[in-house]
Nanobody, 130 residues
């Protein structure tokens, strides 16, 4: 069983930045898909950004394009989400998820808010104040 652990959440003012990290203690990331998803209070979970680890292809929700960047650091075995120009509507619990097999589909995972993802972290809270 792969355990994903998110960190980096917090409270910032609108316009600020945060960087989320996702690590898997004791596990080396392998080929597949990874992504970030979020769920705001009273709302459904939505896809934020996904990446196909083999070639680094990235996919973003329209609401975060140009502001958020998903990236993987294979040397550190860590997935990141750099979030800039944060808005109050970005307030949510952010989850890291992964599917470590080459048959995964990062576009599908993004569009279905995590469909096909096998492993999930417990989430990290991001709060943006106006």
């Amino acid at each position: 069983q792969v355990q994903l652990v998110e960190s980096g959440g917090g409270s910032v003012q609108a316009g600020g930045s945060l960087r989320l990290s996702c690590a898997a203690p004791g596990y080396t990331y392998s080929s597949g898909c990874m992504g970030w998803f979020r769920q705001a209070p009273g709302k459904k979970r939505e896809g934020v950004a996904t990446i196909f680890t083999d070639d680094g292809s990235t996919y973003y929700a329209d609401s975060v394009k140009g502001r958020f960047t998903i990236a993987q650091d294979n040397a550190k075995n860590t997935l990141y989400l750099q979030m800039n120009s944060l808005k109050p509507e970005d307030t949510a619990t952010y989850y890291c998820a992964a599917a470590f097999h080459q048959d995964c589909n990062p576009r599908y995972g993004l569009g279905t808010a995590g469909g096909g993802m096998d492993y999930w972290g417990k989430g990290t809270l991001v709060t943006i104040s106006s």
